[in-house]
């Protein structure tokens, strides 16, 4: 059987079709567009996945019928997307009247279903995204009419996003629950696939990174770089968040720490170590989460509240997954593990002073788990991960080399730990880095499959059957694929971003 991705074989799918045993021409009979099955699998339309009513066609054009002699190039500047051309049209007295038959603050103030204040910030935040690379507009947001001009991420937000203020509405006002709920709405929206919520009080605040990770070797022997050079996370009695060429500044202020999760492709992890592919699949959570961090500070300002997020990590959002509910933490103690997306999966934060219902953590019987199944740390190369049978405080007497430096690991926490210098230089000695851990460990399935769900609801109630559990991964054959098997992934059609967005809809048909 394929590793990559759980491919369904030739018989399980006659066998679905209700044709196991049946010849080629009971099954051409149901399957009126192939030939053969070898047909269907081999075929442009099977490798790009359309409904079995969708017919390639041989010929060159569409059914839309062209003629080539009379198409030339278009200008797009007269196209309807341009203003000036529908006013030349209609002439600027009648845009302007059909332009203000709506009245988006009138409908904000009116709360109109579908036009209220966090619908606009929603509108809003959805369309700062698209100024991430500098790409520069004049496009009017229609809610507000405020000029977007050019925009520049920073510490705060975006410049140029329409406020409650600027729009002539009061700010949004919702109770901390309603708040969570909205929030996840949005963010859900934006591309991050779950959302927890934490106070950021005086014990989480100890959380708060002093300063960014960072740091070029040309800093090795006049160490530590400037703070030009990494700016430091500081606290201080103001009332807005802002950022100076030193240092980013929280306001001390009751604050919510947003940490969300952006899943990866687990069939891609699983090309291992040096691949490629796997650091396309690592690579792709930031790019992803510029797009959320962007889009949920554009909406938490039109609402009228702050977003703060920029360095990484300003609240390690590992502690965020873990502590409000999002995670449990793995045998790695540079891993955790969601219930719904496993291992292979990124979380980030943001900091807000919208008010918020905070979330609370869970217990799945995910770490219980990690306890004997030993899966990651047997297949660490780089062997870094804690061997024990129970996590420890302090680094594992087993795993300690006199040369450790004593400041990388942050105390506090029982954990089984791993060591992350032995990790990153193994990760260095292979283009693409590592991930095996990730990739191997039990959890790291596919979830469409409801054996899954059941595998999942008993471990979190018993610990009896954790060995069971876990031959039977091994038996149903996940972990790393090999050789050719890796470039299987220029022929399936994995889901778009190579991961199952579906995952905790609660919406029936998708
Ligand atoms: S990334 Fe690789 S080297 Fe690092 S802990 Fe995981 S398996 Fe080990
Ligand atoms: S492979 Fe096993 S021990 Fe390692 S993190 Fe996954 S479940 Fe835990």
Redesign the pocket.
Known sequence: MSKFHSAVTRRDFMKGLGLAGAGIGTAAAVSPLYRDLDEMIGSKTAQWKRPWWVKELELEEPTTEIDWDMVERFDARYSAHSPAEVCRFVGLDEYNRVRALSNAKQDMLDNKPGSTLRDNALNIGAGTGQYMSGYKTDYVFPAAGTCCGSFSVYWTGQKGVATPESMGVPKWSGTPEENTQMVRAAMRFFGATDVSVGELNERTKKFVSTYPQGGDVKYLDNWPPPDTYIKKIVFEDVDQGYSTDTKYVIPNKPLYCITYTVPMSKDLFRTGPGSQLRSAANISRYRLRAAIDTCTKGFLTALGYQGLEEPYPCFPSQAGAVLDGLAKM???SN?C?SPEYG?VHGYFDIITDLPMAPTHPIDAG?FR??HT?????DECPAKC?DQGSEPTWDFPASMYKPEMPVDYHAPGKRLFWNDPIACQMYSNSVAGACGV?MA?????TNGASMIHDVVKATLAKTSLLNGFL?NADKAFGYGLVEGDEKEKFWEIGLPAYGFDTTVGSTVGGY
């Open positions: 793995g045998r790695n891993v593990i291992s995910i788990f990690c199944c030993h899966k990651c740390a991960i851990c191997t460990c039990t959890f790291n876990w």
